[in-house]
């Protein structure tokens, strides 16, 4: 009869796998049963004897019950290769997203921990390692839905390294909740409804922009914020005397300074302490987003620092 592949590492049609380490086999051992097609309506056609694990695969010899009509017929479609795929029963006890357990082309969790609990014959297997999931124990028949079963037993993969870089383009620690992140680009997309309006609002408080040129720039700021931002900042105001309107100035700085968001800007060494404002928006502005984001004393004094328009 041979030798057969129980189990091996790939992944399988339902996008996960198995690490055969992790699967333990002192339950089977105490009942190596041999089923057929996973029905455990039938009796069992046999038993797996030399049971043992080598290079990462699980073997096991089939032995077929000789007094049974049954498991002669699907012995005999063995023996003339009709049959030659089996599979494993088992219950999952531990999974892992974790990217050392992960294989290109998995979409589904890699199961770490399992219990055997038996072994069939089978027509079609889920992968070319002869594996095939089915959880009796829960209710599942081989007439229901096993793609859907395994979606409830064996998580997707999460996205957890790209929820990881989010939070922290937004100013969150790695391990922020996936509520703090949607809160923060909530917070992040009221802004940036705000950003052309006060841009305007800018503009108007330092004399650079009036009723008749509001149309002109506000066309230029939906086109490229960042360069209507610095015409406007380095534009001489028609009005030589000093705005009125200073507090509220520094404040709608502040609001725009919100916008500017990204992944680099803070400890990256002695000169960046000394830059101001300016110098932040100029060479670094995604990274000014992070320092108001985790440093606001910090960025409130270079707000404080600007000079009066």
Not at 147 to 160: G, V, Y
Not at 207 to 217: K, M, P, W
Not at 238 to 248: G, L, R
Request: hydrophobic fraction near 35%.
């Amino acid at each position: 009869m041979g030798t057969f592949v129980l189990s091996d590492e790939r992944v399988n049609k339902y996008g996960f796998r198995v690490l055969t380490a992790g699967i333990d086999l002192a339950e089977y051992k105490r009942n190596p049963i041999l089923l057929l097609m996973h029905n455990r309506r039938l009796l069992p056609i046999g038993k797996i004897e030399n049971l043992k694990v080598k290079d990462g695969k699980l073997l096991g010899d089939p032995v077929f019950d000789t007094e049974d009509e049954l498991a002669q017929k699907v012995k005999s479609k063995v023996d003339q290769d009709i049959l030659n795929a089996v599979s494993i029963g088992f219950r999952v006890m531990a999974t892992s997203d974790d990217p050392k357990h992960l294989l290109p082309g998995q979409t589904r969790a890699t199961v770490t921990k399992a219990a055997l609990y038996e072994v069939s014959i089978v027509d079609i297997p889920a992968n070319s390692g002869a594996m095939k999931l089915s959880f009796p124990e829960h209710g599942v028949t081989l007439s229901g839905n096993v793609d859907q079963h395994l979606a409830d037993f064996i998580p997707n993969i999460s996205t957890n390294s790209d929820m990881k870089k989010i939070a922290v383009l937004l100013g969150l620690p790695e391990d922020a909740s996936e509520q703090q992140i949607c809160d923060a680009v909530g917070k992040l997309n009221a802004l940036a409804s705000q950003a052309v309006p006060t841009l305007l609002s800018l503009g108007k408080a330092n004399g650079t922009i009036t009723e008749e040129n509001e149309t002109h720039f506000k066309a230029l700021a939906q086109a490229n914020f960042e360069s209507t931002l610095s015409l406007i900042e380095t534009t001489k105001p028609q009005n030589n005397q000093k705005s009125d309107d200073t507090d509220d100035d520094i404040s709608i700085r502040q609001l725009l300074q919100e916008l500017q968001k990204g992944n680099g800007g803070q400890g990256q060494g002695t000169e960046r302490d000394k830059w101001t404002l300016t110098e932040w928006r100029q060479k670094d502005p995604e990274g000014l987003g992070l320092l108001q984001a985790n440093d606001p004393e910090k960025f409130n004094a270079l707000v404080a620092a600007l000079p009066k328009v």
